[in-house]
């Protein structure tokens, strides 16, 4: 039969290459931002987190921009790696929850 | 810290039957999470508990589904009878102190049912 499920946008990029994911969330009253990595089999796996006093956060390889205008988050990450192909999910604070999106995959090419 | 342990990762079973998965959330945290993930819904908090007290359970499905943390360092999600819809893989998260905190995700428990 036919399989149905959520479609989730891929992004290929070049080993080396940077790589920016994009978010859209839709409560602006949201006031934090999280992003998660999930690889194959495994849980999903803190990466940065963001407050709404923020435009902007910085990690290690990784940066974390929020848009509140536009009610938009993105996360960027520098040289890319092999081991940073996954699954990568927003999520933001919503009555209390957190609530992810469905995800963005990143293919990472060698 | 070991992380949070989830048991069984596996787990196969019949329709009607009653399902139990277990968690043990990283020593000293306070908040703990049961989430489902599917194809088709993607990633849904289930239910969440403060000092061992459920907080937010609105995401739990229905009356098939329940949760208990008798203590700090144990908490169960139960399903009787089982659906083939229940078919998921369950997370556990525990976090430090409430939502707005990093949550630390155990393995996951692939649910199957026939």
């Known amino acids: 039969g036919e399989s149905v499920g959520l479609h989730l946008p891929t992004l290929s990029v070049q080993e080396g290459d940077n790589s920016i994911i994009n978010c859209a969330y839709s409560n602006s009253a949201s006031d934090y931002f999280i992003w998660y990595k999930q690889e194959s089999g495994k849980g999903p796996q803190f990466i940065i987190d963001?407050?709404?006093?923020?435009d902007k956060r910085q990690g290690q390889r990784v940066t974390v921009l929020l848009n509140k205008t536009v009610k938009h988050l993105s996360l960027q990450i520098a040289a890319t790696q092999p081991g940073d192909s996954a699954v990568y999910f927003c999520a933001e604070i919503r009555g209390n929850k957190l609530v992810f999106g469905a995800g963005t995959i990143l293919r990472v090419k060698s | 810290d070991a992380g949070v342990i989830q048991s069984p990762r596996h787990e196969v079973t019949e329709m009607g039957q009653e399902v139990t998965l277990r968690c043990k959330p990283i020593?000293?945290?306070?908040?703990l999470f049961w989430y489902r993930q599917t194809m088709m819904r993607g990633l849904e908090l289930l239910i969440y508990?403060?000092?061992?007290?459920?907080?937010?359970d609105s995401g739990m499905p229905e009356d098939r589904f329940s949760a208990k943390m008798p203590n700090a360092s144990f908490s169960t999600l139960k399903i009787q009878p089982s659906e083939p819809r229940d078919s998921a893989v369950y997370f556990c998260a525990s976090s430090p102190r409430g939502t707005y905190n990093e949550q630390f995700f155990g393995p996951g428990t692939r649910l199957t049912v026939l």
């Open positions: 963001i407050r709404s006093n923020m």
């Open positions: 508990f403060n000092n061992n007290v459920p907080i937010d």
């Open positions: 020593s000293g945290h306070n908040s």
